[in-house]
């Protein structure tokens, strides 16, 4: 146990400099989803699935390491962390029409919505809102063409929930916060 807090210790200084690095990180998975979808190969959804929950993963590390920084500073990349979310869904999104799983045109229609959305109100909770099947597309798609790893995908969930209960909770208080406002 002490050796665990002697070791988050050391690396609080950097948390700002890590969270930046799985942020950017996130950036090139979405690159080589965005490969996979340029390739359209349905064979290539397990690969997808697999990029798909390594970007979460940052996702979740880059928020504990940011808030592990007790200097208070911010960055560029931290506050554009929201677009490398984006482009992990946008990018498997893409794949998944590329490859035949869904059809373009309700999907491109859908996108053009949410782009409007964000447009109009420029407001993170309503484009994480609408964004939000987007989201739930690779699971989705994995239970129905690959099953295993539809199950992988759910107990990578159910294990991220169990680990970051709290922070989940007090992610969603926000959001409701900031729709209602």
Sequence with gaps: MRGTLAFRESIRPYGRVIADALTITRFLISFFILICAYLGNKDLLGLVIFLVLAGWTTDVMDGNFARSDNTGKKSWIGDHEFFADLGIMYATLIYVISAGFLPSLPLFLYCLYVAMIALVWMNKAYVMAVSAP???TPIIVAFVHNPIWGWLFLAWIAV??????????????????DVEG
């Design 134 to 136: 987007v989201s739930a």
């Design 160 to 177: 991220t929930l169990v680990v970051n209960w709290s922070r989940f909770m007090d992610l969603v208080s926000t959001f409701v916060r």
